[in-house]
């Protein structure tokens, strides 16, 4: 049995058990929703959003834009539009327009269909996909059903080789893979929440998501495996209608937004943040240059640099073109109080806006580090250097009650 077998040697590496402790904790693609280079399936009944969503959720990733107030890692995709190939034009023109999206995002689309059961269909692939020079970070399988060959979707055989080819392209690509597939016939009463054919495709899948949509086009995305973190809670969207242009004619696609309120941890937020981000929200249209939100929060420079980047990894606010400019979420805005649709700036007794009171008095508490730097005027690196470590402080303890699930207020 002389050289190297197929595996490869290199990834042959035994860890002891105190090595584990050092292994990276689960790497997020869009954060607590799925993980980098991993197979999600989302499922659902035909005709009921499910390309919407992950459509959506593909777009988000190749602009680096929070998707559903969940943080993503940025990077290139590729979409595999094996059903209604010309149609997704018009819904990768609603997001744009919708989102504010002045270039074009490093989203790839193959309008055919590839057997993925077929290896020297998936090696033709990847080598398009090596060809484009970037680096692609997800690539969408939509559906199943057109790419799985001549195959059985119930025969477990016939499954796990639609499994595997799903696995040497993750591999080969070092991407994420999502794949879109059909539930399972519903009777009379209730809807299948179970997806079509062999369990080998769920033992198989990391991440299950079933996507399904009522009469009054409120979309659910419910998910009901996990792997290696835990379920995130069940989403509302709404499937909003909104007009575009395709070429020189008017015509319409549709977008999703959250619709309803988000589980209570996703809207706590330590005061301190609270009111920076009540500041950006009262900025026209949700969204300003850094300058401009320093100036309308009454900030210091470190505190709001130090606010941003909190509140861009938890999902707050998003970068938005020009480069400098930032803008409220959906998220956001429901952490507020308010809608998706509008956020709610509180008020005083003698009706100014809690954001301009707090940036007028410096009263409200805002945490130790926000405090003691807004009570001096002139600090030292050294003194700056112990505020920082505060502030480090005092958000990962606020990073960890939200994993925890706890509450701060």
Not at 182 to 190: E, F, I, R, V
Not at 264 to 284: D, E, G, N, V
């Amino acid at each position: 049995m002389g050289g190297e077998d197929s595996v490869g040697a290199s990834r042959l590496k035994l860890h002891t058990a105190f090595d584990l402790f050092d292994l990276a904790e689960t790497e997020w693609l869009v954060e607590g929703i799925l993980p980098v280079e991993s197979f999600a399936v989302f499922y659902g009944p035909s005709g009921q959003a499910k390309t919407f969503v992950t459509v959506d959720l593909a777009m988000s990733v190749s602009t680096g834009s929070s998707w559903l107030g969940h943080a993503t890692k940025e990077g290139a995709v590729v979409y595999i539009v094996a059903e209604g190939g010309r149609g997704v034009s018009k819904r990768v023109r609603a997001w744009l327009d919708h989102h504010g999206w002045p270039k074009e995002p490093a989203a790839f689309f193959l309008l055919d269909a590839v057997q993925i059961t077929d290896r020297n269909a998936l090696r033709a692939l990847a080598k398009r996909i090596a060809d484009l020079g970037v680096e692609v970070i997800l690539i969408v399988v939509d559906t199943l059903a057109r790419c799985f060959g001549g195959g059985d979707e119930n025969s477990s055989q016939d499954m796990s080789e639609f499994v595997a080819g799903i696995d040497w392209l993750k591999k080969e690509i070092g991407a994420a893979m999502i794949t879109v597939h059909h539930s399972g016939k519903p009777n009379p009463t209730k809807p299948s929440e179970t997806e079509r054919g062999s369990s080998a495709l769920r033992a198989a899948a990391d991440v299950m998501v079933h996507v399904s949509m009522d009469k009054d086009r409120i979309v659910t995305v419910k998910n009901n495996k996990q792997k290696d973190a835990e379920e995130f809670p069940p989403m509302k969207l709404r499937l909003k209608q909104v007009p575009i242009l395709s070429g020189a004619d008017q015509t319409t696609s549709c977008v999703l937004t959250l619709e309803g309120h988000v589980p209570t941890r996703a809207q706590t937020l330590p005061m301190h943040l609270k009111t920076t981000l009540q500041a950006l929200a009262s900025c026209p249209n949700g969204e300003a240059s850094v300058g401009e939100w320093q100036t309308k929060a009454g900030a210091k420079g470190r505190t709001i640099h130090s606010h941003r980047d909190a509140l861009v990894k938890l999902g707050h606010i998003e970068a938005r073109q020009p480069k400098g400019r930032y803008a409220i979420t959906e998220k956001g805005r429901l952490a507020l109080g308010g809608t998706a649709a509008t956020a709610t700036t509180p008020t005083h007794s003698n009706g100014s806006s809690a954001t301009t009171q707090t940036a007028a008095t410096a009263t409200t508490p805002i945490g130790v580090a926000d405090a003691a730097e807004a009570a001096v005027d002139d600090w030292d690196d050294g003194a700056w250097a112990a505020l920082d470590a505060i502030r480090a402080a005092e958000e990962e303890q606020y990073e960890r009650m939200m994993r925890s699930g706890g509450s701060h207020e």
